[in-house]
Nanobody, 121 residues
Framework: VQLQASGGGLAQAGDSLRLSCAAS????????VGWFRQASGKEREFVAR????????YYADSVKGRFTISRDSAKNTVYLQMSGLKPEDTAVYYC???????????????WGQGTLVTVSS
């Protein structure tokens, strides 16, 4: 599975952005799709995940209530709608796919290239 993340950019605190993760090569069917982020000098951290088959979702406490992960089956794409952005949300955001229901990035099998989100105060 090849993943293409897009939608990052510059935002001000309080703004919204929507990230997209499109799959090619095969569908997301059967996979857990997650979003992770990595700020400069920090480790990659879990943001949100969804099960393609059940549409169940799970969020990191730091984004709960502000970010929403969703999918479009017709487009084979997973989205991360980010609202109420804060400067501490600044990071490179990655989408990933795997078969384990986990927040551990090392358990994900396929990764997109990352898209930079910068939030100014």
């Amino acid at each position: 599975v090849q993943l293409q993340a897009s939608g990052g950019g510059l935002a001000q605190a309080g703004d919204s952005l929507r990230l997209s993760c499109a799959a090619s090569g095969r569908t997301f069917s059967g996979y857990i799709v997650g979003w992770f982020r990595q700020a400069s000098g920090k480790e990659r951290e879990f943001v949100a995940r969804t099960s393609w088959s059940s549409s169940s979702t799970y969020y990191a406490d730091s984004v709960k209530g502000r970010f929403t992960i969703s999918r479009d089956s017709a487009k084979n794409t997973v989205y991360l709608q980010m609202s109420g952005l804060k400067p501490e949300d600044t990071a490179v955001y990655y989408c990933a796919a795997g078969v384990a229901v986990t927040t551990d990035p090392s358990r994900y099998l396929y990764w997109g290239q990352g898209t930079l989100v910068t939030v100014s105060s």
